[in-house]
Structures are given as structure tokens and as C-alpha cells.
């Protein structure tokens, strides 16, 4: 159930709130419900089939994914659309979310939530900090990370991929928006550093850069 981000028509406004800093919206038509920031479309969820995915970027994530995975981190919510996707791919891992805005978890359990397979476990934390306190070890962990101008400065600093070292053993992969060709070569480069092996991916018609990288052994 593609979603056609140049040709897409809503019927209902299910939510709208407006902050100096963003205006978020959700909207729906007979197809799809979908979550706008500041008039460009974050995630959609086909409303015949919320677990499939909609998008171009998500897709290409989804080719990459292991051929398991029992222990599952995402950091950077949205809609929660790789969430949904997950939940019911393994409905029987341990999955954490997390996010840094309480309205965008707020509006996932009211709107987005998956009807069936697993239930994730919600954080509103500054990934980080989160990655920096947890004693969990994870097997994938999918970082989407934006701010209001592209992803923000944490994904092309060491501390994070420091972080992601102590607890990732497994897959990581990182959907980029470089607004530089020097952006994208620094996340690469801090990612083979400190995670291990990493291929860059173009979503063909996009900006979107999806990196993945697989940690070395301990």
C-alpha cells in the first residue's frame, strides 16, 4: 500500500497542535492515516494493513534488516511505522523506542499503535542519555534521528557511535538526511570507526542516505 507523497489527499484532521517551534498534524483518507511536521510527511500507515510499510526510505531499511533479531532499539519514533513493522515481523522480541518528544509518543499510542504482535516499550529520553544509562545489549538497533533543519549535530559526533559500541551486537542502521556530502561521509566514517563495517544506500528519487553497519566482535 504505497503512499504517493506527490499526489496524497486527506479527508480528516484527527490532530493539530501548533508550537512556535513546529505544527504537528495527523490526517487521514480511505487509505492511509499519516503524520505531518511542519507540512511534510513524517510516517504513513495503510489502514488496511498497518504493518506493511509506505515509504521508499522504509523499504530500504527493511531489505537490510537481519534474518532475526530477539532484541530490538529504535531511537526516533515518528509515527512508528518500522515499530508496527517490527512488532509483527517478531512479536516475541524485546523492543524499545525511544524519543525526546512526549506529543510525538503520545500521539503513537493514540493513533499509530499496533493492533497485533509485540508491544514496544516507550521511552521519553534523549537517546544519548539513554544509550549512556541502559545495561541492555541489542541485536538491532535502528537510529532516526531529525530536527527541524535535518538530522541533528548528536549523528555526526563520536559520543554517540561511542555509545552505540557498548550496546550494540548486531545491526545498526541509520536513516541519514545529509544536507552535505561532508555530513554523510562524517556519520559513515564515525560508524565503521566505532561500529564496524558500514555500506551507504541511496533511496533512489530521495535525499534519504541509509547507512548499515554490522559491530565487530568484543
Known sequence: MDFNLQAYQADHLLHLSAKPARRLSILENTCHRW???DGVVQSAMSLSQPA???LPHQRCIADRLPAEASRILELGLGGGDLTRHLAARWPDAHHDCVDLDG???TLFQQFFLPQAGGAPRLHHADALHFLQQSQ???DLVLLDLFSQD?????????PLYQAL???LS???IINLLPRTHLEQAQAL???EEWIGPTQTHQVPGYRNVILHATSRPT
Not at 535535518?150 to 563520536?158: D, I, K, R, Y
Open 170 to 172: 548486531g545491526t545498526l
Open 103 to 105: 506529543e510525538i509518543l
Open 165 to 167: 559500541a557498548l550496546r
Open 136 to 138: 541492555e545489549q541489542y
Open 35 to 37: 503524520l505531518e511536521m
Open 150 to 158: 535535518g538530522n541533528p549535530l548528536l549523528l555526526f559526533q563520536a
Open 52 to 54: 506493511s510499510l509506505c
Open 189 to 191: 566514517r564515525l560508524a
